[in-house]
């Protein structure tokens, strides 16, 4: 199981000083204890800060995962299955099978949900989420 | 003017009865809910464009505090995209949380969003829409950290200053072209760990110290916490290297650590670095790292130093 295909790694900075307006429309049934309480069914603009997006594209790699760890966050009476995704990059596949450990780089995707309900095993779901995840539109399963 | 009312009606019968009569086009507009028609293909509800295609993606950036949706309109299907955006917040009921509307029309797009509740867990769906509807893409979940606050000990480089405080779990608080720093949030699971990183970009003659100021450190344990299995050691990352920082080999290095008692213990790594140990480090000292030569001329050289409890 593994990714293959271009890859983008994005990483982002605050432009420092700069601003965008974005529009945010609250709902109507927001509960008292929202902070947005008074704001609910209005539109309002917002000031947020601008993120300057570094980009860095690899040519048909090959993805791994190296290891998922699993863990549970409780929030109340609520409890959430959770995993951190190590995924490895590497220049190709020969690269990978003759080498597992000359990887270009190691990455980390964190805090990503747990489905049960989609039946599949936790290395699965780890990969799903990755197919899911920005600069991996271009990767295809092998 | 009138309609045939019996037999076959051809379209263009339709179309010319219609258009040549205002009151007729008023009143069957009207029966047929437009208010106003401006073609013939809208009276009968024909439309050649669909609601735009929109996906998701799974979270990124995710911190204490702040995380990031992404989405994309992979295709406005034949009519201009007037509005995309996102639906984000707690409900698992997509209209009971903010609507937050992102510029652009098509092609993926991105909102940082900050100042969150930590260990709170977060929805988020993409949206667009055009002429013809709105599309929604599917829910993506997860859950910020929660907030951990190492308050018993400081380590710090020599460029920077305190590191930590508010770094979200195991993320590059501080980072330039000689060093980098962060912790890791023990709700991340696992176990705490300092990280101190000086690096270089340099492959000759490089000099680095760590400072440590972990007096509280070394004396006790952190808040709430029953035991501390206290290591403090020096790991030059170099052939390991988990960020990618890798390449050649290390001719050269060697490292000092200076407990509070004033006696150096000097160590000396050669080949693609290693591991030091010294569990009996004092309260306060300050690590010193000099002389790297790497072999390939270009590999960014590290010291971690670290300390961490079980």
Same mark, same amino acid.
């Given at each position: 199981?593994?990714?293959?295909?271009?890859?983008?790694?994005?990483?982002?900075?605050?432009?420092?000083?700069?601003f965008?307006?974005?529009?945010?429309t609250?709902?109507?049934?927001?509960?008292?204890?929202?902070?947005?309480?008074?704001?609910?069914?209005?539109?309002?603009?917002?000031?947020?800060?601008?993120?300057?997006?570094?980009t860095?594209?690899?040519?048909?790699?090959?993805?791994?995962?190296?290891?998922i760890?699993?863990?549970k966050?409780?929030?109340?009476?609520?409890?959430?299955?959770?995993?951190?995704?190590t995924?490895?990059?590497?220049?190709?596949?020969?690269?990978?099978?003759?080498?597992?450990?000359?990887?270009?780089?190691?990455?980390?995707?964190?805090?990503?949900?747990?489905d049960?309900?989609?039946?599949?095993?936790?290395?699965?779901?780890?990969?799903?989420?990755?197919?899911?995840?920005?600069?991996?539109?271009?990767?295809?399963?092998? | 003017?009138?309609l045939? $009312?019996?037999?076959?009606?051809?379209?263009?019968?339709? @179309?010319?009865?219609?258009?040549?009569?205002?009151?007729? #086009?008023?009143? #069957?507009?009207?029966?047929?809910?437009?208010?106003?028609?401006?073609?013939? $293909?809208?009276?009968?509800?024909?439309?050649?464009?669909?609601?735009?295609?929109?996906?998701?993606?799974?979270?990124?950036?995710?911190?204490?505090?702040?995380?990031?949706?992404?989405? =994309?309109?992979?295709?406005?299907? !034949?009519?201009?995209?007037?509005?995309? !955006?996102?639906?984000?917040?707690?409900?698992?009921?997509? =209209?009971?949380?903010? @609507?937050?509307?992102?510029?652009?029309?098509?092609?993926?797009?991105?909102?940082?969003? *900050?100042? #969150?509740?930590p260990?709170?867990?977060?929805?988020?769906?993409?949206?667009?829409?055009?002429?013809?509807?709105?599309?929604?893409?599917?829910?993506?979940?997860?859950?910020?950290?929660?907030?951990?606050?190492?308050?018993?000990?400081?380590?710090?480089?020599?460029?920077?200053?305190v590191?930590?405080?508010?770094?979200p779990?195991?993320?590059?608080?501080?980072?330039? =072209?000689?060093?980098?720093?962060?912790?890791?949030?023990?709700?991340?699971?696992?176990?705490?760990?300092?990280?101190?990183?000086?690096?270089?970009?340099?492959?000759?003659g490089?000099?680095?110290?760590?400072?440590?100021?972990?007096?509280?450190?070394?004396?006790?344990?952190?808040?709430?916490?029953?035991?501390?299995?206290?290591?403090?050691?020096?790991? #030059?990352?170099?052939?390991?290297?988990?960020y990618?920082? @890798?390449?050649?080999?290390?001719?050269?290095?060697?490292?000092?650590?200076?407990p509070?008692s004033?006696?150096?213990?000097?160590? $000396?790594?050669s080949?693609?670095?290693?591991?030091?140990?010294?569990?009996?480090?004092?309260? *306060?000292?300050?690590?010193?790292v000099?002389?790297?030569?790497?072999?390939?001329?270009?590999?960014?050289?590290?010291?971690?130093?670290?300390?961490?409890?079980?």
């Amino acid at each position: 199981m593994a990714l293959q295909g271009n890859w983008t790694y994005t990483t982002q900075e605050i432009e420092e000083g700069n601003f965008n307006t974005i529009s945010v429309t609250y709902p109507e049934d927001l509960s008292e204890n929202d902070p947005n309480y008074n704001f609910r069914g209005q539109t309002k603009d917002v000031e947020v800060p601008v993120y300057k997006e570094i980009t860095e594209t690899y040519t048909n790699v090959y993805i791994n995962i190296q290891s998922i760890h699993y863990w549970k966050s409780f929030q109340g009476q609520e409890k959430f299955d959770l995993m951190n995704i190590t995924y490895r990059v590497f220049a190709s596949k020969e690269s990978y099978l003759s080498n597992p450990n000359e990887y270009l780089l190691e990455k980390l995707s964190v805090a990503q949900h747990i489905d049960f309900s989609k039946k599949l095993n936790h290395m699965e779901q780890a990969y799903e989420i990755l197919k899911n995840t920005i600069g991996f539109q271009d990767l295809t399963s092998v | 003017m009138a309609l045939q $009312s019996s037999g076959a009606i051809s379209f263009s019968q339709i @179309k010319t009865e219609l258009t040549s009569s205002s009151n007729s #086009l008023r009143a #069957l507009s009207a029966a047929a809910g437009f208010s106003s028609p401006d073609a013939v $293909s809208e009276f009968y509800g024909y439309t050649s464009s669909l609601p735009p295609t929109v996906v998701t993606f799974a979270f990124d950036q995710i911190g204490e505090t702040s995380i990031r949706c992404g989405g =994309a309109v992979n295709s406005d299907n !034949g009519a201009a995209i007037t509005e995309r !955006g996102f639906y984000f917040g707690t409900s698992t009921n997509r =209209a009971s949380n903010p @609507k937050y509307t992102v510029s652009g029309t098509v092609g993926y797009y991105t909102l940082n969003r *900050t100042g #969150l509740s930590p260990n709170t867990t977060y929805r988020c769906w993409a949206y667009a829409t055009n002429a013809s509807g709105t599309t929604y893409g599917s829910m993506v979940t997860a859950t910020t950290y929660q907030v951990y606050n190492p308050s018993w000990a400081s380590m710090y480089t020599s460029a920077q200053g305190v590191f930590y405080g508010e770094s979200p779990n195991g993320e590059v608080q501080t980072h330039s =072209a000689s060093y980098e720093a962060f912790y890791r949030n023990p709700y991340s699971g696992g176990y705490v760990q300092y990280y101190a990183r000086s690096y270089n970009q340099s492959t000759t003659g490089i000099y680095q110290q760590l400072y440590f100021n972990g007096g509280s450190r070394f004396a006790g344990s952190p808040a709430g916490t029953a035991a501390v299995n206290t290591r403090n050691f020096v790991r #030059l990352l170099y052939n390991a290297d988990p960020y990618g920082l @890798k390449g050649g080999s290390v001719s050269y290095n060697y490292i000092f650590m200076n407990p509070a008692s004033g006696s150096f213990s000097n160590f $000396s790594i050669s080949g693609n670095g290693g591991n030091i140990n010294d569990s009996s480090t004092g309260t *306060t000292g300050y690590l010193s790292v000099y002389n790297f030569n790497t072999s390939d001329g270009r590999t960014p050289l590290q010291l971690d130093s670290y300390f961490d409890y079980a």
